[in-house]
């Protein structure tokens, strides 16, 4: 009895709450030059490979640029992005990422990318392509879309239980 009981509060936990998904274009597409790819790049304003030297206390990071493939020189002080909760980050000191921030320099588990010499000349060349063509984005870049072609996503998932029912529940 005790164990459907339980089972009946679990499911209604998570009933409860939203099960959000975070799907993240491959790096494998970049290195393919994939259109979608493609898009993404065109879409961002900076793209950079930078070394996190300092967490400040509300998580955002300060950086040391490697080096700016678009956009800005300097390299900005990056904050993790609140709008998609399930695709957070929290930023190391001395993680080495290539960056594509989100407005308001917001970074989460789709706007960063590993450090590969293979990535970075495929970016490199991609957003040369893109610049002398004056390439723009034709898809939703919004990292919970569910259009993305299977096969190119790699996707994260979690439930959050809402405010009022965690406090049903005496947490």
């Not at 789709?110 to 970016?123: D, Q, T």
């Not at 072609?149 to 959050?160: E, L, N, T, V």
Request: proline share 8%.
């Amino acid at each position: 009895m005790k164990s459907k009981l339980l089972a009946i509060v679990v499911g209604l936990t998570f009933a409860s709450g939203c099960a959000v998904a975070c799907s993240c274009l491959n790096a494998e597409f970049y290195l393919q030059g994939d259109p979608w790819a493609r898009d993404v790049l065109a879409a961002k304003s900076a793209v950079f490979h930078a070394r996190v030297i300092g967490v400040m206390p509300d998580g955002s990071a300060k950086l040391m640029m490697i080096e700016a493939m678009k956009g800005p020189k300097l390299p900005p002080v990056l904050r993790p992005d609140e709008r998609y909760p399930t695709c957070g980050i929290k930023f190391s000191v001395n993680e080495e990422f290539i960056y594509l921030p989100e407005e308001g320099n917001a970074i989460n588990l789709c706007s960063r990318l590993p450090v590969k010499r293979e990535l970075l000349e495929a970016i490199r060349v991609m957003l040369k392509d893109s610049a002398a063509r004056g390439d723009g984005p034709n898809r939703s870049l919004d990292p919970t879309r569910n259009d993305m072609p299977p096969q190119a996503a790699i996707s994260f998932s979690a439930f959050s239980v809402l405010p009022s029912r965690s406090a049903q529940l005496g947490r």
